[in-house]
């Protein structure tokens, strides 16, 4: 699917044309007061250049990783080019044994249904269970799954992409499990696993969050 940008926001085209907006750009349009006040704070804390090389620095790291996982899914053993990523890798290989029956890497899922679409990280069978997997990197292990933020969201907004688009296509049922991999340097992954409860709880949050998205677009 084709990407496309208005006024900064990402939008997948999908069938007929029509415009779907991605799940990343629907949950940083829309967070909360609280979350907006939290973000300055730790940038006025901080300061603006620190707040901003940390913030860069966060997205090579995960870009570095996301690519070679994509490298790797196909069978490959892609070695990291630069040492800052190495720990991260590293640290992912103990899930990456565990993962087989792959489906989907970094594929744009529309959904038209709920009309959003998203860039999944992994489709593939966890443990011998289907999964929708999201990778992510910290320089500290997450305390609980709230300091994972909107991460929950997103892993139930693309579950829920896939079992529209997909139903049981992948497998022979629809995918009731999800996965959010921690990268840590020096660590084991840090793992926190949804279960089919779990996502439902996040989907109803996720709606809530387009709903208000489709409201201020439409203002």
């Known amino acids: 699917m084709k ?3 208005i006024n900064g926001q990402c939008y997948y085209q999908g069938d007929n044309g029509v415009l779907l907006p991605a799940v990343t750009t ?4 829309t967070q909360s007061p609280e979350s907006l006040k939290a973000l300055s704070q730790w940038r006025n804390k901080v300061g603006e250049a620190e707040a901003n090389k940390i913030a860069a620095n966060s997205r090579r790291r995960g870009n570095a990783l996301h690519k ?3 490298e790797y ?3 490959y053993s892609p070695q990291p080019d630069n040492s800052f990523i190495q720990p991260y890798w590293d640290s992912v290989q103990s899930v990456l044994k565990e993962i087989d029956d792959i489906k989907l890497v970094e594929q744009v899922v529309p959904n038209y249904v709920e009309c ?7 489709v593939a069978r966890y443990q011998g269970i289907p999964h ?3 990778w992510t990197t910290a320089e500290e292990p997450k305390r609980n799954i709230d300091k994972l933020y909107d991460k929950p969201l997103q892993l139930a907004a693309y579950t829920g992409a896939v079992n ?8 022979q049922s629809k995918i009731n499990h999800g996965l959010i991999v921690v990268a840590l340097p ?3 992954a840090q793992i926190f696993r949804l279960n089919r409860t779990m996502l439902i709880e996040n989907w109803y949050g996720w709606m809530n969050r387009l709903k208000f998205f489709q409201s201020i677009i439409a203002a």
């Open 3 to 5: 990407s496309i940008y």
């Open 26 to 29: 629907v949950l940083k349009a």
């Open 164 to 171: 529209r688009y997909y139903s049981d296509r992948l497998f």
């Open 186 to 188: 020096d660590k084991e």
């Open 73 to 75: 899914m196909p069978g």
């Open 116 to 122: 959003y679409s998203g860039k999944v990280d992994l």
């Open 132 to 134: 929708t997997i999201e």
């Open 68 to 70: 070679l996982i994509k």
